[in-house]
């Protein structure tokens, strides 16, 4: 697929106010595409919307806002009844929201806020989602980290990790669902193939972003000391970008690429077992079991 052939395409961004979000909403937008922008704050939202109204949508492709906290289960079972009352089919959903927080917090249910923004929401959102992929092109692209080789989701029982019990500190706790979106996305793409739904992942670099700015741990800072160093968000984007437009996600699915080139993850990534016990278990953490 060429950029030109978005024009029109139904597409869903989370965490589109700031950092990749944004520059991928933008570069859809400019594509023609109908963008959705996922963001949890009016205000941030609201700004990020007018910022790629402003700088660029093409005539007739239609922008819009949608309020959500992807940590909050709640939440995201009405942003996804609003979604696909509004949108029968998606052609592209983008899950890019993540958090990397320097302290140890949980969610509304009870789980380890990292593991409930960056994984059981996105989660949650796709299975709610998937009737109008089907109905679309269902392409889904899950914006993962190379810090996925940080986490270790064979140490405990899952139920032990996600409720925060085996912490290993933030940036390890950070790797373990950043590793979650991997296996949840190479087990996509074997469930619902005959769907027709493909599904890719990435590490969009290491990027001058809010994720990194917010963190307050002894890494974050060093980070932050380097950040004007940093590539740009754009990078980041334009990476997520060349898998929306992969020219063959039909053929191949359940890939990670490191930037645009495509990678072998980290070996927990292809243990099948563990991919089936995580999908199970966040279907129960989640409610739809
Ligand atoms: N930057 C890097 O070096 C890097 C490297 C590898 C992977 N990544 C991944 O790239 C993705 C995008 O991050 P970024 O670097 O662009 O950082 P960012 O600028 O901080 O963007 C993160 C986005 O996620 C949103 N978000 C966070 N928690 C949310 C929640 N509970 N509900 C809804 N939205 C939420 C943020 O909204 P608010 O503005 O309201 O917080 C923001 O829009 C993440 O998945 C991250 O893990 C980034």
Sequence with gaps: MVASQLKGQITVVTGANSGVGLSVAGLLARAGADVTMVCRSPERGEQALAEVQREGAVAGADVRLELADLSRQADVRSLAGRLAARLPAIDILVNNAGVWLHRRETSPEGFELMFATNHLGPFLLTHR??????AGRGRIVNVSSHAHRYGDLRRAELETIVRSDAWRGSFKAYGDTKLANILFTFESARRWADRGITADTLHPGTLATGIVRRNRSALGLLMRMTMSFLPRPGV????????????????????YFKGRKEERADAQAYDADLARELWDRSLAWTGEA
């Design 236 to 255: 980041g984007g334009e990476a997520v970008m060349r898998l929306v437009e992969d020219p063959a996600p039909n053929v191949v699915s359940g890939r």
């Design 129 to 134: 989602l998937l009737d109008a992929l089907a």
